[in-house]
């Protein structure tokens, strides 16, 4: 009997709207693993008080965002805002082999 994930197929979507239509791309991320990663640190920390019960989303970033305020976009919900934590994850993957693709048999 298969199961499937739905929270896989999730992030996987997102990663892929991310290539297809930001054009965050492996090649265009290759550099910036840090950055990918320290993104989703900063939304692990937001998802991670989510669960302490009603929270509102912060509108601005939390400390050590890489990027500008305006890319700071969490989302309205803590299934939504895990996706792009594991995009962001799947982007630093995918960044980090590129640059290095031996990393790929480890």
Same mark, same amino acid.
């Given at each position: 009997? =298969?199961?499937?994930?739905? @929270?896989?197929?999730?992030?996987?979507? *997102?990663?892929?709207?991310?290539?297809? /239509? *930001?054009?965050?791309?492996?090649?265009?991320?290759?550099?910036? /693993?840090?950055?990918?990663?320290? #993104?989703? @640190?900063?939304?692990?920390?937001?998802? %991670?008080?989510?669960?302490? @019960?009603?929270? =509102?989303?912060?509108?601005? $970033?939390?400390?050590?965002? $890489?990027?500008?305020?305006?890319?700071?976009?969490?989302?309205?919900?803590?299934? /939504?805002? +895990?996706? %792009?934590?594991?995009? +962001?994850?799947?982007? #630093?993957?995918? #960044?980090? +082999? #590129? %640059?290095?693709? /031996?990393?790929? @048999?480890?």
């Amino acid at each position: 009997m =298969k199961t499937h994930s739905r @929270g896989a197929w999730f992030i996987m979507n *997102e990663r892929i709207r991310q290539v297809e /239509e *930001e054009g965050y791309t492996p090649d265009h991320d290759k550099g910036h /693993e840090q950055d990918l990663i320290d #993104a989703a @640190g900063c939304y692990i920390t937001v998802v %991670k008080f989510w669960t302490f @019960g009603p929270f =509102k989303v912060p509108r601005f $970033p939390t400390m050590g965002w $890489p990027w500008k305020d305006s890319d700071w976009k969490p989302g309205n919900s803590r299934i /939504e805002l +895990l996706v %792009k934590i594991g995009a +962001l994850c799947a982007a #630093a993957i995918d #960044a980090i +082999l #590129a %640059k290095e693709p /031996e990393e790929a @048999g480890k």
